[in-house]
């Protein structure tokens, strides 16, 4: 079973400063690699995403890196604010039979004090 | 709001039943993806319905089954429920483009709590 290998596994960090989130993946298919951001008791909401032919993406303050010869690509949230408290998923795709799947990480709990 | 509904948000049974999950997909998505998300874990692959037809399946055993609809809709079917089964249950729409289409990000919706006690 192909896994998506996620850390931390929880994050605390101060109003204002920058959280970071890793992930490495194996053998993946070329499409989108995207961060999902969940509170409790909701579905994961897509924050950001980046296809494999890029090596960095930002969007306001998210950015994701990518390092495609490392199987690496982390999320990095600038400026990080109470309201970005939530767990963070990355997620790699897979070919299926004839499309694609995707394989998650376990999750990062993130913590911003205010 | 990702457009991908999911029905009923909360369900309760006993061990031995049988569940139904509902799940309309997002405007002009053709693929519907179920996983189960337990308590504090990442989202768990069960299956995947593109155009109707099952597309790929994770390691759940054959009493876990689905459907897709026409409207590209989709319900997933649990029998002979286990303590274990207990779970969050979300399903995820996105547009199928094929192998040469990387369009396949997936939108989920709220998900359903299933408690079996």
């Known amino acids: 079973q192909q896994q998506v290998k996620q850390s931390p596994q929880s994050l605390i960090v101060q109003k204002g400063g920058i959280s970071i989130i890793n992930c490495a993946y194996e053998?993946?298919?070329?499409?989108?690699f995207p961060w999902y951001q969940q509170f409790p008791g909701k579905g994961p909401a897509l924050l950001i995403a980046?296809?494999?032919?890029?090596s960095e993406k930002k969007e306001g303050r998210f950015t994701i890196s990518f390092n495609k010869s490392a199987k690496q690509f982390s999320l990095h949230i600038m400026d990080s604010q109470p309201g970005d408290s939530a767990t963070y998923f990355c997620a790699a795709p897979r070919l299926s039979t004839g499309t694609y799947k995707y394989i998650f990480g376990t999750g990062t709990r993130l913590k911003v004090l205010a | 709001e990702t457009g991908v509904t999911q029905s009923p948000t909360h369900l309760i049974k006993t061990r031995g039943q049988q569940v139904t999950l509902r799940c309309s997909s997002q405007?002009?998505?053709?693929?519907v993806s179920w996983y189960q998300q337990a308590l504090g874990q990442g989202p768990q692959f069960i299956f995947q319905y593109y155009r109707e037809e099952e597309n790929g399946r994770g390691n759940f055993p054959p009493r876990f089954s689905g459907l897709q609809f026409p409207n590209y809709s989709s319900e997933l079917n649990v029998n002979a429920l286990e303590l274990d089964d207990s779970a969050l249950y979300l399903c995820?729409?996105?547009w199928g483009g094929g192998l040469t289409e990387a369009k396949n990000i997936q939108y989920f919706g709220a998900g359903t709590r299933l408690s079996v006690l």
């Open positions: 405007s002009g998505h053709n693929t």
């Open positions: 980046i296809r494999p032919d890029v």
């Open positions: 995820a729409s996105s």
């Open positions: 053998n993946t298919a070329f499409d989108y």
